[in-house]
């Protein structure tokens, strides 16, 4: 029965077209899981190359003696398989196949197969798991091989093969899903591409904008060589702009999205696309400004140790001395000082309770409504506590002349355009005039329905 | 054959029963999907809001064109489909119902739906994702689908489904799991309440108690203004001293069901419903003292970067400068300085440790014997280590009166009665004379049972 | 039928043979799931500690109750079921049995089950699942229950039992997985002890090092008391060499590797057996490399707050003003300072980006090309990062003679041996004269062919 494939504790032959070099190391790596595995090859002399244990036939005697056969051949040699249509008919036919490029060609090399042999049943697995992998035994990486296929029986018996070689299946549905499992290798963080790239062009510059305030305003004006500020004073202040920038960001499209709903009256019309794609990699942007802020407490908390400071503070304590000045206890500078710090930490305590959050084990964990309150209510928060943070900060300097060099503010005045923004954006959103409204439309209400809907059901289903 | 609804790589057409916000928008999806898709509805008419593609029929006629039929409306209009019995007879039934409060009705929906249409396969399924999240693609949380019901055929053929959306199904066993289902969606961090509600508390407390010493008492006997104290100082008082409580909390219940074991003998015997709940709130326990005792550590690293320190630093150079007197090396002074640090850096060091192992992938991938060897071993010497910090802390101060205002001892002296007691308490646990009895209790054996029991067979399970 | 035997909502009868302290806690919990459960004993009185609502029978009036039955007994009494075996026939037998040490037998408990009693459906399961845990519900480590057999319909019987039970079933394939599912409760951090082990002795050896130049040298020549340096100083020593050799490590085997498939002229000869074991151990030296690099951080970043370090720096401005002579700022030293200081902050950022994509959560989420982007080309920038913050931190001290005590050079020179080794032969490997033959024979190619292959089948696989 086909089903209990092991039922005698014998495993079954397994047969393996190509003895290239993955197809010998997977056949391997089914000789040590106790399957006898029998070699498909033009030539059937047997290699020193060849597992030790397996059987070279032709591809024709190879087939008939298994009814699993893994196609470890380039997709440009399928065509072979064409005469063998008839021995292969019934036949589970494993495509391992990758391609060079992603959607190299207009189906997967699995769907191809499946028309190149119609009485067969393809199966698409192990394109995921690497050669090399699976002859040194270190699966640092996944362990995951995604199977799909459009026959159950054939697909649960790869799956089991899979799980005696020590993997970990995932069914993935039907063989329309082989494409997406094909490109599945061949991506390179494709959601990060445009925050790091949008990090780098801000880092970029804001390095210009303080190399230029910071170390080229006081060596034309005052003649003094700062240019160890680019090793840490420079980084600690891009890294915070970038932080605060880059969070506002994480929160602006919800708000973007907020206005049209209101304004189009309803939520059935699509977002423009930039917009679609700028909301779907809201949790890379908002990592990628964890990462920055993490760097900023980093830079800030070596502070003291550096060479630089501890030699400023000794110069102004002996200049105090030898003025013969005590400076008393300034009680509202302390106030600043002490509570831009503390919302600080608050903020980044919060952001890194987000990015936990955001693992993927810790969010499959939780349902959507603790998502969106972890998400939404304490993203908020914490925007607010870091644009504070940067507020307090600024603290009395915001008006004074000495921070304006060249008619360039500070910085950090830059990063707090976005953040206000967003904030008094959203805190309008809250008043009840428009938040009603908005949630009737996110609830499917519509301002100007171009037909007036009969039906009376409506479906508790909360909307963002 | 409907094990393998996709033979032909064509999708089998899917019947929506409801043209609501939900079932427009999985409408939505599955058409996207490949999915025929057919709503049935009181009211024909063609709408804009009908995802393109669909028909819209009558319930009778839209039920006849499909084998999976999708109920996506509100249980109290679920007795419409009595009529329909007949022709519902042996389709599969997707109730994706939710309800507005936890344990709303006796029954779930899905069962309540299996009482009302006899013939039909109920399965339960989708009412975790959000309406929301399906339209606009932006799953940021679970992709996890929990599906149940009594008909494994039916089952499979939804969890297809799910897996053709790009969700991941979790099989949930038979339709009595709908009711958990259900409930899921509603849950708020219900485990984390009690631990929250507790260290607000506690903070209070400590907080108005810092208040009392640091802040009123030197305003009143020397009119100092240290109100900013508020921002960090306090904090960093009560986010230790939290932290340790919580910590020691942790420990206490299983300290405290070793003594009811020795007492009564057996481990046969329910321990209180409190002892129970506390018990299995541990993990969040640890894990808010775990997050006291991070913003303790950020707070204490920005010590030397506060206005206040490094003016205080700055008087006391001067003022020795003034009086021209330099203070010698204090060793032992030194040795308490740099031994309280350390021990505070490698508690931290552990219990961050513990925090990594307690993520739910980290934990899914040690089995027993190394999660207690964990949070058994490690976790006392965290606590071992922790105290000792604060009693290193303490060191000289213990008893000089000047660290009691106003009969108040100094608030880190109250966090330490906690954890010395459960320390003490598990010191004692640890003789012979007691681990042995008390390891037989736990492995079944009982001092006054009341049937000598026969059987030989003794079972090598470990016990907590 | 037996593929959806909760059609009825009515749960089937369970069986569990033995009434000691697990069989008693899987009945307990199965009740409460409403499972009737019926126990075999030897004894049939009904005993307090058989939960209530159970029945207790002779085994073989129990097993003719129930299709599924819990072998709840030792191995060593699993002879008493040999007479039973008719009545077994056709009934699933569930082995929950442990061992007390790893391959106790040359067979898995569940294949001797199977042996004995040939008509049975053997499944392997619950083994990993503590009494304990069972009755109390703390289940705080995994939920995950191991289950293997070769009868697929068992199996799903028994899975559906796990999911009842709020357990998760994970189906590991036959029957000849049951004695690595046996051996699996027994493991403690089997990876852990060489990595663990390597770290403690070169610990030790450092410590003694530090000892003796930073202790007792002072000590005879100077004759002052700095043990105190052992709670801070020295560790903050020790911590930092022992990440970068340890990191060192995790790349050294890589290269080795490299050099031997070049050496060799094939990929096709195993690697000698300690390289294998060190490569399977690489993501643990790395994690205790980084624990290592994280205590450092925090030891440094307490530098500011000991009591030595606020005396020196008052002592050293003090002993300025009493001389009256200001030191000016020192460009070169500020560079210095900074630049060591960025490349460790830098260094280390990296170092916990590498340590956060190895949580299974995380990895499981990458596929190959983006496991090695991260683990590969950023480890070997956290390598280069880390070496050059030692170098950059050793400076001009170098060279000088007063760094030499006792002919004994700065421990931190001792750490550099390794990873500039490995960088230096890592960039001569780079060179394209080595990297393009290395790179074919990790596709396959071979040197000194044995056999000329015919196969014109390359299959596009990376290896590493």
Redesign the interface.
């Known amino acids: 029965m086909a089903?209990?494939p092991?039922?005698?504790?014998k495993?079954e032959t397994v047969c393996i077209f190509?003895?290239?070099?993955?197809?010998?190391?997977l056949g391997h790596k089914m000789i040590q899981s106790?399957y006898p595995v029998v070699f498909g090859?033009?030539?059937t002399?047997i290699?020193?190359?060849i597992p030790k244990g397996a059987e070279v036939l032709s591809h024709a005697e190879a087939a008939q003696k298994a009814a699993i056969i893994i196609i470890?051949?380039?997709r440009q040699?399928y065509n072979f398989l064409i005469p063998l249509t008839e021995i292969l008919h019934g036949k589970v036919l494993v495509d391992?196949?990758?391609?060079?490029k992603i959607n190299e060609h207009p189906e997967s090399n699995a769907?191809y197969l499946a028309q190149l042999v119609p009485g067969a049943k393809v199966v698409k697995a192990f394109n995921?798991?690497?050669?090399?992998?699976l002859?040194?035994?270190?699966l640092?990486?996944?362990?995951?091989v995604f199977v799909c296929g459009?026959?159950?029986?054939a697909k649960?018996m790869v799956m089991?093969i899979v799980?005696?070689l020590g993997l970990t299946p995932l069914?993935?549905?039907?063989?329309?899903?082989a494409q997406e499992i094909e490109n599945?290798?061949?991506?390179?963080?494709p959601m990060w591409k445009f925050p790091i790239l949008l990090s780098f062009g801000l880092a970029s510059f804001f390095f210009f904008y303080c190399l230029i305030r910071n170390v080229i305003y006081p060596y034309v004006y005052e003649n003094k060589?700062f240019?160890?500020f680019i090793?840490?004073?420079i980084?600690n202040r891009i890294c915070p702009i970038l932080a605060l920038i880059l969070l506002a960001l994480v929160y602006l499209p919800g708000v973007l999205a907020a206005i049209i709903q209101l304004y189009r009256g309803t939520?059935?019309h699509r977002f423009p696309d930039w917009l679609?794609k700028w909301?779907?990699c809201?949790?890379q942007l908002g990592l990628v400004a964890l990462?920055f802020a993490?760097?900023h407490?980093?830079?800030?908390?070596?502070?003291?140790?550096?060479?630089?400071v501890?030699?400023r503070?000794?110069?102004?304590?002996?200049s105090?001395?030898?003025n013969n000045k005590?400076?008393p206890?300034?009680?509202t500078?302390?106030?600043?000082?002490?509570?831009y710090?503390?919302l600080g930490?608050l903020g980044?305590?919060l952001f890194?309770?987000l990015g936990i959050t955001?693992?993927?084990?810790?969010?499959?964990?939780?349902?959507?409504?603790?998502?969106?309150?972890v998400?939404s209510k304490l993203g908020y928060l914490t925007l607010i506590l870091c644009t504070a943070h940067t507020l307090v900060y600024g603290g009395k300097r915001f008006l004074s002349p000495s921070s304006y060099r060249w008619y360039l503010p500070n910085a950090y005045m830059l990063s707090l355009i976005i953040p206000c923004m967003v904030l008094v954006v959203k805190f309008v959103l809250i008043f009840p005039c428009l938040d009603k409204p908005l949630t009737r439309i996110?609830?499917?209400w519509?301002r100007n329905?171009?037909?007036s809907?009969?039906?009376?059901?409506?479906?508790?289903?909360?909307?963002?």
């Open positions: 089903l209990a092991n039922t005698s504790n495993r190509g003895t290239g070099d993955f197809g010998r190391a106790g090859s033009r030539s002399q290699s020193s190359l470890a051949i380039q040699h391992v196949s990758n391609n060079l769907e995921t798991v690497s050669a090399w992998a002859q040194s035994g270190t640092d990486a996944s362990r995951q459009d026959d159950m029986e649960q089991n799980r005696a069914d993935q549905g039907s063989l329309l899903a599945y290798p061949l991506r390179l963080f060589d240019s160890f090793a840490i004073s980084p939520k059935y679609d909301m779907l809201r949790k990462a993490s760097l407490v980093l830079y800030t908390l070596v502070i003291p140790i550096r060479y630089f501890r030699w503070m000794s110069s102004q304590i002996i105090q001395v030898l005590t400076e206890l300034d009680t500078n302390a106030w600043l000082s002490d509570s710090v503390a930490i980044f305590f890194v309770l955001s693992l993927p084990s810790v969010s499959n964990n939780v349902n959507w409504r603790e998502f969106r309150f998400q996110r609830q499917g519509e329905p171009q037909y809907e009969q039906s009376h059901y409506i479906i508790n289903k909360s909307a963002v």
